[in-house]
């Protein structure tokens, strides 16, 4: 028997799920206990893989004060000629780690510190600061862990070079504030594009985010989107909103009570928890009708 959801229940279903931690051990999170292991082939592969034993060296080095700096940063020439230098020279006593990093490697800029205009109200400070953020990286350098992305987007500036998925929400309700209404419909099809090329929207739009989600909240963001288009974004929408509940429910309908697989975890009772790596979400069991939909 066919089941249909009315387009407004999704809210109901990927925010009806309430948090109820924010500590959850991420081991629940990933589709299997290694998540390289997990991801595919065809997948950009994250910097620690294609840079092999040089990548936790350097971490562990302790070159730099933040360690997302080496994780964005970008390869001059190909990884795994840089690993074979740095095997071949690695042992020398005169071998300087932090001057081989700084020769073979682009280190990422945090771009100019922005500085508003005196006497600013702190509307006129936000609507300044839409600009600032917004990147466009619809082409990225070839072993870049930054993911291309098809339109313009929002960051949260400093060392956070990239858009954040639940966080991003957050900022679509201040771009709809202000009245960038087309901003919103980016971020939207960036992120439908995430779920059509990666069949999840990553935490974040690097490689080395590819194997965690967080806060599903991509309903809500059609349901933002909708206030200013109409309801036809959501039958626009809806392949993506499938294949993000799939990926989210996946195993709901066949873990056993007291167990767990992949991001589901079935409560005794018959609820499900999905794991999201930073929360636990709770969502009602399939029979009340709250998460029907077809089959």
Known sequence: MMKT???RQWKEIFLLPLIISTALVSSYV???????????????????ILLGPLYPAVQSAKLFPDQKTFADALPKYDPSAILADWQMQKSQRSFDLKYFISTNFTLPDDGAHYIPPEGQSLRAHINGLWSVLTRTTDNVPLNDSLLPLPKPYVVPGGRFREVYYWDSYFTMLG???????????????????????YGHIPNGNRSYYLSRSQPPFFSLMIDLLAQHEGDSVYSHYLPQLQK??????????TVKSGDASKRVVKLRRGWCLIATGMTVMCLVPSHTGMMSLPH
């Not at 292991?37 to 997948?43: K, L, P, Y």
């Not at 709809?176 to 059509?196: I, P």
């Open 5 to 7: 959801i009315a387009c």
């Open 30 to 48: 990933e589709a299997g206990t290694d998540h390289h292991a997990a991801m595919s082939d065809t997948m950009p592969q994250p910097p620690d």
């Open 175 to 197: 771009l709809a504030e202000s009245g960038h209404w087309d901003r919103v419909q980016d971020m939207v099809d960036n992120f439908a594009y995430q779920l059509a090329h």
């Open 244 to 253: 993000e509940y799939d990926y989210w429910m996946a195993d709901a309908d």
